[in-house]
């Protein structure tokens, strides 16, 4: 076990749902020692692989002594989950980082891998389970790539399983994976095909980037569900809290900032829940959005590390958020 390592969810999930358990995940999964991208794939057969019990430390269960990259998987029926709820995975404590896979696409990551290894060993893993991503009418597949630098590895303890969300206010959540690079200055960065991916909510330093100061910008699309939206609804962006200053880009135009000038120390810029209202015809109704927030840290802790994050409308966000 590592000690003097703090790590914060990468999603905050209202205490009322832990006993809203809909599919329990201990019990055997599969599991290969190494590592190899095809691991993620859905129909990848893993029919040669070992059984292993979870959650328990890999060492307890016929791999003593192993340090290095291991990956997990298991099945799960979608006809027990229902098409109108919201749903989260609990994968309890991993030593010491991972990488999440639902059907092929990647869900949710804690810590960081090695050439940049940042543990995470005591955060518990709760990751939105994208309602696009489940087939409802059959099996789904779970991979997990973990990466363990030494002593005990591997799904540790919890109560894993799928767990029913409260309902969303919003009429498109943006919270989850954004692209993500560091920047010199405030100027656009046309080419992100270099560009890491980074959870959101979560501060920076917790994704493998300890200790920077800076700018940073963060990238993501999205389409628009018309139906969901009146034509006369006003409609405003939440960025939760960022630490510390931003700059907020819909489809190339910047419809929102805040800086309040004040020196590291002075500043309660990080502490504003930023609400930005967009523009009537902005968004597209038919193709992708592009959301780019733009994020300048002064010291210690940095970027959109509080939610909400999303969309929805004027009138909503004065009833549930405000």
Known sequence: MKTGIVIFLLFVVPIDTIFSQVISLNGDWKFHI?????????????????AIRVPAHWEDEGFNGYDGFAWYRKSFDGTKLIKEENYYLNLGFIDDCDEVYVNGVLVGLSGSMPPKFKTAYNAER??????????????NSIAIRVYDVTQGGGIIDGKLGIYRSPKSRMLIDLQGLWSFTTSRDWQPIKDDREWKKIMVPSNWEHQGYSRYDGFAWYKKTFTLDVKSIASDEELVLLLGKIDDFDRAYLNGKQIGKTYDGQPYGESRSFDQLRVYTIPIGLLKKDGLNTLEVIVEDMGNDGGIYQGPVGITTRTSFERYYR
Do not use: C, H, V
């Open 34 to 50: 190494g590592d190899r991208p095809g691991w993620s794939a859905t129909d990848y057969q893993d029919g040669g692989w070992e």
């Open 126 to 139: 709760k990751y939105t389970l994208p309602n696009e991503l489940i087939n409802f009418k059959g099996q």
